[in-house]
């Protein structure tokens, strides 16, 4: 029966219950309630690895689709892209940071950073022990797993790769940039997770995609609105279709339903070979 409910509660959520949402007061949380026997049945690392697949899937799909379809048709992206004068969407970095502050406002313990050995920004450049997995993930090409003594959480650090030319372009061009000879495949950073407990539940794992998912949600919507309020730019029309169809930008649906087709099948999979352990 166990196995039973979870299957139907994971069905749910990658069917798109979760990646339609806008945030809080979406109807009643079905994780909100663990029974308190609920055995901890994969380790961090393991929901590292789950919530990571999903970010690299997401973040390459925002990055072809949304930035490189939608330059060509002529919308812009652009690291000021909250600021009253800027009317442009975030660029790949900075839609990450925005689902990051997006799951900060949750309560789930879950951290998500971007970092370089050669950042724009300076203050996403590694240091201490980061620094020194960072290395190492720079000669392995492997992510890295440890607990940080300093801020008492568990830590993975995936490698970031180049995979797309609007991202090598961006920070080989960029005025702030220590860098410009980047390439397709370069490892260029590394996406860095937190989370306080070395092992999870069931529902604290579908937690963790859930409140990842409405990050991006989340974030996707607050660059719609930023182009519904184009004044110097004509306002493009937000539909279901790609940018390459014109000058469009992806409605919401659109694209968390591309990303749904991406994804939810893979982190339906690697999450439910673990239910035969419960």
Known sequence: MKKISLLIVFTTLVAGAFFTSCGGGGGADPFAETAPTEAKVLSVEDAFRI???ENEKTRTLYTKKIVGLGKTAGIGFHEDWEKADVEAGPLPALFLRGTSNEIQK??????LYLGSDFPIVKANKFTGVQ???FEA???TAEPEFFYDEENELYTAMFPDFAGAA???SCHNDHPNTSK???????IM???TWTYPEDSLTMNETLAMVKVYREGVANTYETFLQEVRAFKEKDVPEITGKWSSEGYVVPAKDFFL???NEEVGAETFKEIMAFVDNI
């Open 51 to 53: 919530i990571a697949h």
């Open 106 to 111: 949750s309560n789930v313990p879950l951290g």
């Open 131 to 133: 620094a020194e997995k």
């Open 137 to 139: 993930i720079r000669e």
């Open 166 to 168: 609007p991202c090598v």
């Open 180 to 186: 410009t000879d980047w390439a397709l495949g370069d």
């Open 189 to 191: 950073g590394a996406t």
């Open 257 to 259: 339903e591309a990303v």
